[in-house]
């Protein structure tokens, strides 16, 4: 089958296909670690809850004036933390349950084990944080993204009419979705999504 115009859109596995293309941009592999815990409290949590690591790990927070500071106290009170790449945020479930999260580590390749470092400082960050002393864990997982130096996504045509896509940090499943209609559009025009379809017309996506 041929095609007049090529999108690969494979996460993490770009360095397989296009490896000189991961080289220059630095592309590594994330892996981030999360359980889903039972927690005694007194009331359940009607919203997702961040910390303030998460300012430290989100461009749209950047321009915020108390940045560096929670920065320095985590950093200070936490160095075990930085050191796992500690991003401490809850999401309630339906079954009362919530999802912590999470830990990284960035490397060239991914190994399938974990660490239990990582799970040991998120019991416990969580137990200080709503102070309790009993968190039954019901569920633990590792996930794999693309990771890159001072960039949140990565476009490129490496073969003419190739195009490469992917997003570089840990914004992918909020972002996923308007990006490849974005992107889409800037290669084919704003009509792309439509030309895609058209039988004169055919376009590939590997995902």
């Given at each position: 089958?041929?095609?007049?115009?090529?999108?690969?859109?494979?996460?993490?596995?770009?360095?397989?296909?296009?490896?000189?293309?991961?080289?220059?941009?630095?592309?590594?592999?994330?892996?981030?670690?999360?359980?889903?815990?039972?927690?005694?409290?007194?009331?359940?949590?009607?919203?997702?809850?961040?910390?303030?690591?998460?300012?430290?790990?989100?461009?749209?927070?950047?321009?915020?004036?108390?940045?560096?500071?929670?920065?320095?106290?985590?950093?200070?009170?936490?160095?075990?933390?930085?050191?796992?790449?500690?991003?401490?945020?809850?999401?309630?479930?339906?079954?009362?349950?919530?999802?912590?999260?999470d830990?990284?580590?960035?490397?060239i390749?991914?190994?399938?084990?974990?660490?239990?470092?990582?799970?040991?400082?998120?019991?416990?960050?969580?137990g200080?944080?709503?102070?309790?002393?009993?968190?039954?864990?019901?569920?633990?997982?590792?996930?794999?993204?693309?990771?890159?130096?001072?960039?949140?996504?990565?476009?490129?045509?490496?073969?003419?009419?190739?195009h490469?896509?992917?997003?570089?940090?840990?914004?992918g499943?909020?972002?996923?979705?308007?990006?490849?209609?974005?992107?889409?559009?800037?290669?084919?025009?704003?009509?792309g999504?439509?030309?895609?379809?058209?039988?004169?017309?055919?376009?590939?996506?590997?995902?």
């Amino acid at each position: 089958m041929a095609a007049d115009e090529t999108f690969v859109a494979v996460n993490y596995d770009i360095d397989r296909l296009f490896p000189g293309l991961a080289e220059d941009g630095g592309l590594l592999r994330c892996r981030l670690h999360m359980l889903r815990a039972r927690l005694p409290l007194p009331f359940a949590l009607p919203t997702p809850l961040f910390t303030g690591w998460s300012l430290l790990r989100y461009s749209g927070f950047d321009d915020m004036p108390s940045v560096g500071a929670v920065a320095e106290r985590l950093r200070s009170e936490s160095p075990d933390g930085v050191e796992v790449d500690l991003h401490q945020m809850y999401t309630p479930q339906a079954d009362g349950s919530l999802l912590v999260g999470d830990t990284h580590y960035k490397d060239i390749s991914t190994s399938p084990f974990q660490s239990e470092e990582g799970f040991e400082i998120l019991l416990r960050t969580t137990g200080e944080l709503f102070g309790v002393d009993r968190i039954e864990v019901e569920e633990r997982w590792q996930g794999v993204y693309s990771s890159a130096p001072g960039s949140e996504f990565l476009f490129a045509e490496p073969v003419e009419r190739v195009h490469v896509a992917t997003v570089t940090t840990g914004i992918g499943m909020t972002t996923g979705l308007g990006l490849a209609a974005e992107h889409v559009a800037t290669v084919l025009g704003p009509t792309g999504l439509d030309r895609t379809r058209s039988p004169e017309r055919e376009s590939v996506a590997t995902h």
